[in-house]
């Protein structure tokens, strides 16, 4: 049978997964907050739009779940872990982001600030005594804390922690009176580099959160600590700006973290159509390659005779991330 060959029909199928990675782009946070009485609002998690700049009470919390003055979101699982100073010695928490409920883990002795790190899911922290600073590992099961070194800054003043999506440790230390200092931060071996000051200057931290490689803190404007803000400070400068209005003050409380989304956004065909004009006395092979079929080309179904009219196959099995088709005819 003499065989002849036209490419009637022939492209590529990519499915991909589409990720966002610009630095302007909008996100979520969630913070935590215990107004004062006067200001008529409710204890509890309130959301955070960095593109609107408004905040949003996401759940009422009561008095028994305590305070939270650190958060801190595990990305494998969605897992928030928190610390609660209401007591003596602080706890470390699971926080139920839909309940306000927190789930005791442990009791702490050194730690006042969390962090998780990127890819290992790793908890770390800050804290120690007002006259030895010092990086801890922490157990998340039970809380038990490994010292990893001992930070160069002591005294009085906040102190909070964040990793970066690059594997990038930050830490921010601000001593009564001198303002906040944005610190790189070896997490082997607990040496810092100093980044800058702070600028516009704080004088009152409380936490630090990030979404890729953007980080954020809840922070008071100057010394003014019922005027509280969340900032987006500059990484690479630590100039930081202001989002929004003042969000709703607790003191020392305002533990912040990134609300994770439910999922990547993904984009994915369920099938391919694929037509032609067709003739009678003819017939048709329709064919696929791809790498899964090391790129020979495969029938796809049964031989079909022309019609004179237009005539299509489906090809609904698309595991493959790319095929090529083509088209076969003989009489």
Known sequence: MNVHWKK??????????????????????????????????????????????????????????????????????????????????????RLDVNTGLTTFIGSLTNSSRLAIEPGTGALWSVGGTVEARALYKINPTNANEALVGNLP???????????LDDGTLLCCFAPQGAGVTLYRLDPTTAECTPI?????????????????????????????????????????????TPLGTPVNHGL???GLFEKLPLSKLTISVASVSIK???????????QYRSPRTADIWTDLGEPIPGTGNEVSVLDSDLDDSHRTYRLQMFP
């Open 8 to 93: 009637l029909l022939q492209f590529a199928l990519t499915v991909v997964g589409l990720a966002f990675a610009s630095p302007g782009w909008a996100v979520n946070l969630v913070y935590f907050s215990a107004p004062g009485t006067s200001s008529g609002l409710p204890r509890g998690l309130y959301d955070f739009d960095t593109d609107t700049q408004k905040s949003t009470l996401r759940v009422v919390m009561t008095s028994t779940s305590g305070r939270l003055s650190s958060l801190a979101v595990r990305p494998s699982d969605g897992t928030v872990f928190g610390i609660d100073p209401s007591n003596t010695p602080y706890k470390l928490v």
């Open 153 to 163: 800054f002591s005294g009085f003043g906040g102190i909070a922690l964040e990793f």
């Open 196 to 240: 800058g000051l702070m600028t516009p200057t704080s004088s009152t931290l409380y936490d630090l959160a990030h979404v890729g490689n953007r980080l954020f803190a809840t922070a008071a404007a100057g010394s003014i600590v019922t005027s509280t803000f969340i900032w987006e400070i500059d990484v690479a400068t630590a100039q930081a």
């Open 252 to 254: 020392f409380d305002l």
């Open 276 to 286: 032609w004009p067709s003739l009678i006395g003819t017939t048709y092979q329709v």
